[in-house]
C-alpha cells in the first residue's frame, strides 16, 4: 500500500439502510392496490425484516456457517411475516421483487456527485451480494457515480469481520487512514473505526453510540454534509 496519507482519497459506503432506504420496498408494496391488511402492518414488518436480516448476519458470521445475503433476506423477510401473520406467497414475492429496487435516500445523487468532483473514489462496500448490489445502484441511479462495489461474497464472511474492511486497501492501494468509511449502522461504524478508518456514522435514527471498542469519528444526521465534512479534513492534510 501507498506510505503517503492523503485523507479521502476513497469514501466507502455500507448500502442497506446508508446509500438505499431499505424500508422503501415494505413501503411501496403497502400502498399498492389490493394490500390494505399489509398497509396495517408495514411498519412493523419492515422494521422485523430489517432486525432479523441483521441478526442472522452476525450469527452466521459468528459460526462459520455463511450463506449469501439474497437468502438471509428472504429468511428474514419469512421471520418477519409469519410474526404479523401476514405469510403468504405472492405478498413474499412482491417484497422481495422490490427490494431489487430500492430507493436511494434523496441526498444521495447530489452528495456523491460533489464527492467524486473533488477527487475521491467511491465504492460500497456491503453484506449485500453483487447481483443485489448492482440491481440497487442501477435502480437508484448512482452505479455510474461508483468506482467499484465490494461484496463480502469475495470473502465469505459478513461485517464486522477484519476480512471485509481488508477489501478496500486491496482494491484501491490506499492505507486505512485515507478511507473515509460511512455507515448508518452504529456497530459498522465503530467496527470499522477500530480498524482503522476515519468513520461517519450517520444516525438517521437519533440513536445512543454503540458501547464497542471504538467510536465513530463524526456522526451526521443524514449525507448532504459529507462532502464538506470531508472537504475540510483534506484541507487540515
Known sequence: MSG???FGKVCVFDAYGTLFDVAAA???CAAEPGREAFAEKWVEVAETWRLKQLQYTWLRALTGDHTDFWSVTGESLDFALEATQLAEPTLRERLLQLYFELEAFAEVPAMLRALKDSGSKLAILSNGEPKMLDAAAQSAGIDSLLDDILSVESVGVFKPHPSVYDLVGQRFDCD???????SSNGWDAC????YG???????RRNEPVDRLAARPNEILSDLSALPGLVASRKGQN
Open 176 to 182: 486505512r487512514a485515507e478511507v473515509v468509511f460511512v
Open 197 to 203: 478508518f476515519f468513520t461517519v456514522w450517520v444516525n
Open 4 to 6: 503517503s496519507t492523503n
Open 191 to 194: 467496527s470499522a473505526a477500530a
Open 26 to 28: 415494505a413501503r411501496a
